[in-house]
């Protein structure tokens, strides 16, 4: 859809659901009751829809977001749906890491009861939606009754048939095609991502999802610099390093003769790598033809906050900022918004940083439905420093209240030289700092939300939240 980006991201959703905007949610594989930033804002405003669709393992925060310990039940009236979903190991399909490796898992075990892969449950409810606008008409019915979402083998759900549309083929004959070059425009062939074109291209075999470049696993490396071409499938086209043809001066010569990634020899281009560039051209100064200019770039043109970076204090800062005026990125997302309640350090003179531990994953409905993981980490804490706690009276394990504008929290106090007090513009300033995977759904190590405490301010190109600096008050609590 068309929609201006920033106000549909996961805060941008919010507002609009407390201004009665959106009615309906799908909270998939997601527990933002939990990690949305100001999670106490996030949970009134869901009060607000009329449904809620939550896909995922157990009962999160967010499929029993009326549980909250600061929410009154019979005051909602969202009808909540949860659908069970197969854990990553109980399903097929491929991941895509930060290196562009797209990487094909087999399915370890079937999932219990009536838990289904994502791409089950999104087939299941398409064809029972179609069927409703074919019967009963809508406003706009061509995008539901026009998709093409035939995904299925032997008339059954099958990952691999969206593998091939994803992958590209022929419109003819169905036949998978070789990569992204081979992509017309005139409507002979289609393709779903072609970025990713050349993932599973094995026409011969396309049946098995193990005889595709997707699950290639060799670990045989020609190149001597960490690439393992033969390690699944990088997009685009198997390219391990983007714009790789500036590894080389103009007349194709590498710059570094130990670290050859793409090399003029003669009458052809010698690739350790994929050339980001037209191989079948001698050497010329295109080396980036994946942008319009085919030049490298100073500035990046998709900037709104302007193409260098600068610093700025966070939303909410104890201290001003001396490298300019502007105490805060002046193009920051929904910081004047009513719901934010900026604190000032006269009020919160303490920073506080939210962070993960090794033994608890993200917002915790997993890892601690696990009693084991419990045992190492059974609880959450506030990292302090000795001096701090030394001047609020603290000692290890006391409960301490953690509060602002937003929210108040009690958590266990653990003290640590690891936190050292700063010296920040002349003033002494202590950082807190406490992990975010606790709250209250569940059996075990359940408590309060850390994130009733962090703004939702956004950052005004990637829309990412603020949990990393904020300001609050403690106390030991009684």
Not at 50 to 72: G, N
Not at 123 to 137: H, N, T
Not at 169 to 191: E, W
Not at 455 to 463: A, E, K
Request: glycine residues 8%.
């Amino acid at each position: 859809p068309r929609l201006p980006a920033s106000a549909w991201t996961t805060m941008g959703t919010f507002h609009m659901m407390r201004d009665g905007r959106i009615k309906g949610y799908f909270a998939w594989g997601m527990n933002p009751a939990h990690s949305t930033p100001n999670a106490k804002f996030a949970r009134n405003a869901m009060a607000n829809l009329d449904w809620l669709v939550c896909a995922d393992w157990f009962p999160t925060e967010t499929a029993t977001f009326w549980k909250a310990p600061d929410m009154d039940p019979a005051k909602i009236q969202t009808e909540v749906y949860f659908l069970p979903a197969a854990l990553i190991y109980e399903k097929i399909g491929s991941i895509s890491n930060s290196g562009r490796w797209v990487q094909w898992r087999q399915q370890g075990v079937l999932p219990p009861g009536e838990a289904k892969s994502d791409f089950e449950i999104i087939e299941v409810l398409f064809d029972r939606i179609r069927s409703l606008y074919q019967k009963e008409g809508g406003v706009y019915p061509d995008p539901i009754l026009k998709a093409n979402m035939d995904y299925k083998i032997d008339g059954k759900y099958d990952l691999r048939a969206v593998c091939w549309a994803i992958n590209g083929y022929t419109v003819q004959d169905g036949k998978l095609l070789p990569g992204y070059a081979q992509l017309q425009a005139d409507g002979s062939t289609a393709c779903g991502m072609w970025i990713y074109s050349g993932y599973y291209n094995n026409e011969a075999d396309k049946l098995d999802p193990m005889k595709q470049p997707t699950a290639r696993r060799s670990k045989e490396d020609p190149s001597g610099m960490g690439l393992f071409s033969g390690w699944s499938f990088a997009w685009p086209a198997n390219r391990r390093v983007l714009y790789n043809r500036a590894s080389c001066d103009m007349k194709g010569r590498p710059w570094n003769s130990e670290k050859v990634f793409v090399e003029w020899k003669g009458d052809k281009w010698l690739q350790y790598d994929v050339g980001d560039f037209v191989t079948a051209n001698p050497p010329d100064n295109k080396a980036f033809f994946m942008t319009w200019e085919q030049n490298a770039r100073l500035f990046s043109y998709a900037m709104p906050d302007g193409p260098m970076p600068e610093h700025y204090e966070p939303f909410e800062s104890p201290t001003k900022n001396l490298l300019n005026d502007s105490v805060q990125a002046p193009c920051a997302l929904f910081t004047e918004d009513k719901d934010n309640r900026r604190g000032t350090s006269q009020d919160y003179p303490y920073v506080c940083t939210t962070y993960s531990v090794t033994e608890q994953w993200q917002t915790g409905a997993q890892t601690r439905s696990i009693p084991w993981l419990n045992e190492l980490i059974s609880c959450n804490f506030i990292e302090l420093s000795e001096e701090l706690a030394k001047e609020k009276g603290i000692k290890n394990g006391d409960t301490v209240r953690v509060w602002n504008n937003r929210g108040s929290v009690k958590v266990r106090a653990m003290v640590t030289i690891r936190m050292q007090p700063m010296q920040i513009n002349g003033k002494l300033t202590h950082v807190v700092g406490m992990p975010h995977h606790f709250s209250w759904a569940g059996s075990f190590a359940t408590g309060d939300n850390v994130n009733d405490l962090t703004p939702n301010v956004g950052d005004p190109v990637s829309f990412i939240p603020e949990y990393k600096a904020f300001l609050v008050n403690i106390e030991k609590a009684a």
